[in-house]
Every structure is written in C-alpha cells, then in structure tokens.
C-alpha cells in the first residue's frame, strides 16, 4: 500500500498544482478586465470633471463583470480558434514539406512565418477590440456587441491605434530591462517593488488609454460630448 500512495500521491499534487494554477490564471484574467472596467469609469467621470469615488468605480467595474465574463470568454475562444487555424495550417505545411523531401531549415522557415502569421493576426484583434471594454462600461454593450462595436469605432484609425500600442509596448520592454539591470546589481527587495508598481502602471495607462481611445473616437465619428458622456452615468 505504500508503494501505491508513493506512486499516486505525486500525480495527486501535479494535479492540484496545475488545477491551483489553471484557477489562478482565470482569476488574474477576469480581475484585470474588472480593474480596467474600475478604471475606464474613473477615467470617463475625469473627463466630466466630475470627482472620482473609489466606491463608484469598483461597483461600476463589479456590475459589468457578468458581461465582462462572457466577453472574456468569447474572446479566449476566438483567440484559441486562430491559433488553432494557423496550427492546422502549419502542420499541412510541413506534412507536405516533408512529403516533398524539404530541407530541416525550411521547416524551420516555415515555423517562423507561422509563427509570425498567429502574431499578426492577435495583434490585429487586439487593435480592432481596443475598445471593447469602454463599449461595455459606457454602453452596456452586450458581451458579443461590445466587439462589434470597438471595430466600427476603430475603423479608419488603426495604424494610429497601432502606434499607440507598441509605444507603451516598447516602454514595458525598456522597463522589464532596467528591473532586470537591478536585479543583478543585488537590489530584489527594490526590484520587486517596481515590479509591482510598474505593473499596476502600465495596466492603469492601458485601461486609461482605452477609455480616453473610446471617447476621441465617438467624438470624431458621432460627435459624442461631454455632456453625451455625463447621460452616460447620470
């Protein structure tokens, strides 16, 4: 019997790790969203000039978790259906290849171009859904609507959209390297502080940007105001 529990037990404990794991990745997924929903509706009653109420915001950003949720969701499955496309499509490419008597370096070719093809594709999602959340907040957007209707508002400015996002990209790349630097000269203690400042940063100024994205975009195609922004909430 002790042979048995010595053999199970660590299968028992992968398992509760990865479920462990797996529950802390959708946890952390889902809060982001809610944080940024908290943090589009601070950001839109700035834009009134209204004060901002801590209290407001978190049961702004609560009440749009059900439709946040299933956004989530729906997003997760569209992300999972392209890479499993661009998957299906890279084996028939190398089934060929080898059928074809290819050299290993064109394989490798052409794992990269998938690769590089899947990245495309996300980042183009990610530009045409910029808004999604700030539809949802302001809106009440539906959980499939609200995507529908970041892309209309998106048209037209994507490569400025685009900018915007490898910009603050570039910045969290130059910051993980100057944590990193730390981290060698001996500072963890300092290093993990600006990490998690840091982080609370740039998930502030994506939510912010978003908001203030959402708003300049309706302003310009509908000629949304500050005054269409306070029917908003009032």
Known sequence: SSEIISTVAPIAVSAATKLMLAGLFIVSFLSYFAIQAAVNHAAFQNLR???ISIRACIA?????????VVACIVLFVLMMAVGLAVSMVMVAALAGLSVGGASPGGSVALGLLAGLAFSAVLLFL??????????????NAGPVACFGRSRRLTKGHRWGILGI????FVANILSSIVMQ????V???TVVGVLNGVLSLFFSALTSVL??????SL???????GISDLAGVFD
């Open 49 to 51: 000039g209204e004060h």
């Open 60 to 68: 702004r950003g609560l009440s749009a978790m059900p439709r946040l």
């Open 126 to 139: 990610f530009v045409i859904w910029w808004v999604f959340v700030p539809a949802i907040v302001a809106e």
């Open 165 to 168: 996002l490898v910009l603050v």
């Open 181 to 184: 630097l730390l981290a060698r």
């Open 186 to 188: 001996g500072l963890p």
């Open 210 to 215: 978003a908001a203030v994205g959402y708003y």
């Open 218 to 224: 309706r302003a310009e195609k509908e000629g949304f």
